[in-house]
């Protein structure tokens, strides 16, 4: 993977610890991440490459984050539609199922909005 001033930007914006849309990363980046052709392809070449993760999906799209090792779900706010990164128990794993991953999102108001 070639390193891009659109790559390093787009990985600065993403340390900042929640879930981004394709939308809210190319407001935040403005002309650091070129157009929105060259945002999406560095999306998916970050996601291929095991740097990135999608977080959650919705009518809006994919929401992305950086690829973490360690257990958290999310939280959707929803007064302004961000999603946050929250850390809750493991749940239960079902009786006589072998479960590869599950996904929980929680929906409410972030701290920032209420």
């Keep these: 993977m070639r390193t891009t001033k659109q790559k390093h930007a ?3 914006v993403l340390t900042r610890g929640r879930t ?3 939308k809210q990363l190319y407001e935040a980046l403005g002309a ?3 157009n929105m052709s060259t ?3 560095n999306l998916n070449v970050l996601t291929e490459a095991g740097v990135l993760q999608v977080a959650a999906y919705n009518k809006n799209g994919a929401y992305y984050e950086l690829a973490k090792t360690d257990h958290h779900d ?3 706010c929803q007064s302004c539609g961000i999603y946050r990164c929250v850390k809750c128990p493991e749940p239960q794993t079902p009786q006589k199922h072998k479960v590869a991953s599950h996904q929980i999102i929680f929906e409410g108001v972030c701290t920032g909005c209420r």
Aim: glycine share 6%.
């Design 74 to 76: 999310h939280l959707k």
């Design 10 to 12: 787009l990985f600065d």
């Design 32 to 34: 650091k991440c070129g």
């Design 20 to 22: 981004w849309s394709a």
């Design 39 to 41: 945002l999406h392809r």
